[in-house]
């Protein structure tokens, strides 16, 4: 099955700021969803896509993000939670495919382990360190209705929305899907 990128959504629809569905149903369409996603998420040159930023209120995410050491990892968790979290802390600059173009420095635990389930229903569980942790927590905080943003005071966060500037990919994008 191969995937096909689908346009992003921006901060501001209701889908990025709502609880994501428990996924219950691991039929076809959920292996399309994530295929899908990633195919959207390496045109958006992203490290991590969360199911609500195409638009889809399920609880997946997908990721393909390296840790501090450089080391990639790849995959996909789908009804993830956030099962250990470090007490000490990394300041890293933070961005998100939804609210393109800017970055905001935001404090989060060092490493991170995440439990839910792969596509076909079986229980995985994946622990990460450094940028990687960051990559977990942000795209779990998706599936709540949470952005990044949604850490920083008002002004910061007012600073940050003013930067925005859409992807020219995302307005070419109906076009990639035609093709
Ligand atoms: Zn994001």
């Not at 399309?32 to 045109?43: E, P, R, S």
């Not at 840790?67 to 300041?91: C, F, L, Q, R, W």
């Not at 635990?109 to 229980?123: L, Q, R």
């Not at 779990?140 to 600073?159: A, C, F, K, P, V």
Request: glycine share 8%; aromatic share 8%; with cysteine.
């Amino acid at each position: 099955m191969s995937g096909h990128p689908r346009p992003v959504v921006i901060v501001g629809d209701p889908v990025l700021h709502s609880r994501s569905e428990t996924v219950s149903d691991f039929s076809d369409d959920l292996k399309q969803l994530i295929d899908d996603m990633f195919a959207t998420m390496y045109l958006a040159e992203g490290v991590g896509l969360a199911a609500p930023q195409v638009g889809v209120g399920l609880r997946v995410f997908v990721y393909d993000c390296y840790d501090d050491e450089g080391i990639y990892y790849k995959g996909h968790v789908v009804n993830p939670v956030i099962t250990a979290t470090s007490t000490e802390t990394d300041d890293g600059d933070e961005g998100c495919l939804s609210v393109p173009g800017p970055f905001a420095t935001v404090a989060r635990p060092h490493t991170v382990t995440v439990t839910g389930v792969d596509a076909t229903g079986t229980s995985i569980e994946v622990t990460g360190s450094g940028f990687f942790a960051r990559c977990l927590l942000h795209e779990t905080e998706h599936l709540q209705g949470t952005l990044y943003i949604d850490h920083l005071n008002r002004r910061r966060r007012s600073r940050v929305l003013a930067a925005i500037e859409p992807f020219p990919w995302n307005a070419d994008l109906p076009d990639a899907l035609t093709s």
